[in-house]
């Protein structure tokens, strides 16, 4: 466990390891995040390597889906190479792979699928009703504000983005009620540069946050459960629309199923204004010393 490195300002943390050093046209170096337990963050790599993909296309074929695995820890005191492979581009579509490495071992694989804006048909689901306000709702920092500890800090004072449950959080102690559902507004802790790729890539490291918790949370377990033991194995989105992080976003996640060791947890992004932004589908491995 390292001691907690809570950078000054975490908005401008996140900007900075989203700005990729380009070393040729289609690789790129990264930097890392601290981590409380040395590993680097999913939802670091995973936006990393779409800011790495976007890079390879022309401006205005924005990201619409992408499907990626996490296969080895990395290491948060190790820059990170990400290589693309160019594997399409269509009149309307174009498809990119990346590798994310660590002292050429690949700690990360992701394909993504970019398209023009056109007009078709539109539907997408409702945002739950009555929850209550973001504003009304505990941040972890005051949640947190009593404890010292590497994680908790970094729960409290490093992420970028305040995180309010609607319900218990599950920080600490379990939920009373063993619910597969949950739903968490989220917002960035101080203003994001008006930039898409960055809005977008930001979207995609913070779809990483919380999401295991609706399995979790159907177990009784909390992130304090003795020897727990979780990690992400994959990890796909979907956009639908371009996120405005001006204003509280709400993820609303569900897990229909876990078995051995693993669950599979789905999520749905909304706006404040119940537009649906993003869809989120990622199976973790959550291994229980007393379910071993």
């Known amino acids: 466990m390292q001691d907690s490195v809570i950078p000054q300002d975490p908005v401008a943390d996140l900007v900075r ?12 170096l990264g930097q890392t995040q601290w981590m409380p337990h040395g590993r680097v963050f999913g939802g670091q790599v995973l936006s990393q390597s779409l800011v790495a993909a976007t890079r390879t296309l022309e401006p205005g074929r924005p990201v619409h889906s992408l499907h990626s695995y996490f296969l080895r820890p990395g290491d948060v005191t190790k820059p990170i190479e990400f290589e693309v492979d160019i594997l399409r581009d269509g009149r309307s579509f174009s498809a990119r792979r990346v590798q994310a490495s660590q ?33 009304t709702l505990p941040s972890a920092a005051s949640i947190l504000s009593n404890f010292d500890h590497p994680i908790t800090n970094y729960w409290a004072k490093a992420r970028p983005f305040d995180l309010r449950h609607a319900g218990e959080p599950i920080y600490l102690s379990a939920a009373k009620e063993q619910s597969a559902k949950q739903c968490v507004w989220f917002k960035p802790i101080s203003e994001l540069p008006a930039d898409e790729g ?16 609706s399995i979790m949370r159907r177990h009784g377990v909390s992130w304090a459960h003795k020897g727990l033991s979780s990690a992400s194995l994959d990890h796909a989105m979907w ?16 897990s229909p199923a876990a078995q051995n060791s693993r669950g599979l947890a789905l999520g749905q992004i909304f706006n404040r204004s119940g537009s649906l932004v993003a869809s989120v589908a990622q199976e973790g491995m959550l291994r229980i010393p007393e379910l071993s």
Request: glycine share 2%; no cysteine.
């Open 17 to 28: 390891i989203l700005d990729l050093e380009q070393q040729s046209p289609t690789t790129f």
């Open 239 to 254: 956009f639908h629309e371009k996120p405005d992080f001006s204003d509280w976003l709400l993820y609303v996640q569900h």
């Open 198 to 213: 960055i809005e977008v890539a930001s979207l995609a490291y913070a779809s990483d946050y919380s999401i295991l918790e």
């Open 103 to 135: 002292e050429g071992k690949a700690i990360f694989s992701m394909i993504a699928s970019f398209q023009d804006s056109s007009a078709g048909m539109t539907h997408s689901d409702s945002m739950p009703e009555n929850l209550p306000a973001p504003e």
